[in-house]
């Protein structure tokens, strides 16, 4: 699926979205693999729950899949606009669930790219994915059980195209307190022995020695 998904992205289309992005077109087809296989990842693992594909399929309805298809060549130089942005905008949610801003980090991340170029490729995946699906369904019967197949059957695919951290199983990536730990090793000792010293000073001189002497 995914290489088909991709090879519905022209060179044209490949040079006006890096130049919306202001990016490499190494760096946007890396992106685009990457963003492309998420979704995919995303829809996958919610197949086991019929009604999320049912509403997947629901998008496609009334000729919708059909106008997706026909905007896909200004929807990389421009984004999506009216019909297209609404049926993106309802699909996002679907596949990436409240993960969306982690899947933008981690595709832009994987292909070397500004942070914010992560949002722009996931909404091109996730119009060339729904035009993928108006394809398959113009051409065949698509349905949820038929969808949920097909989903399946590329997980394996999906992990050579996926940033490391959305693999399954992939750790979380710690945040930066193991370095300030091992700062605050340095400077406990530090500020309690400077406590020892000021300390010492002033039992020096306070027990100092008589300058008075007998009467």
């Known amino acids: 699926m995914v290489e088909s998904i991709l ?5 044209d289309m490949k040079n006006g979205l890096a130049l919306r992005l202001g990016e490499s077109l190494e760096g946007v087809q ?9 979704a995919l990842s995303g829809l996958d693992r ?13 998008l496609l309805e009334r000729q919708a899949g059909q106008t997706i298809v026909a905007d896909l060549p200004s929807i990389a130089p421009n984004g999506p606009t009216g019909t297209t942005a609404k049926l993106v905008n309802r699909f996002l949610p679907m596949a ?4 969306r801003h ?20 996931l909404k091109m ?9 108006a394809k398959v369904q113009s051409a065949d019967s ?18 050579s195209y996926l940033p490391a951290s959305l693999l399954p199983g992939a750790p979380v990536v710690p945040a930066t307190r193991p370095a300030r730990s091992q700062s605050a090793r340095w400077l406990l000792p530090l500020g309690f022995a400077g406590v020892l010293l000021f300390a010492a000073l002033v039992i020096r001189l306070l027990s100092g020695p008589d300058t008075e002497g007998p009467g």
């Open 125 to 133: 995946a996730a119009a060339l994915v729904l035009a993928y699906l």
């Open 7 to 11: 090879g519905m992205v022209t060179p």
């Open 142 to 159: 698509l349905n949820v059980k038929s969808l949920g197949n097909m989903l399946r059957a590329e997980e394996s695919n999906l992990h």
């Open 96 to 99: 990436f669930s409240t993960q």
């Open 102 to 121: 982690e899947v933008e980090a981690a595709v832009s991340h994987h292909a070397g790219l500004h942070a914010a170029s992560g949002r722009g490729l």
């Open 46 to 58: 919610k197949s086991a729950h019929s009604r999320c594909l049912e509403q997947v399929l629901g």
């Open 30 to 38: 890396s992106g685009l693999g990457a963003a492309t296989a998420a």
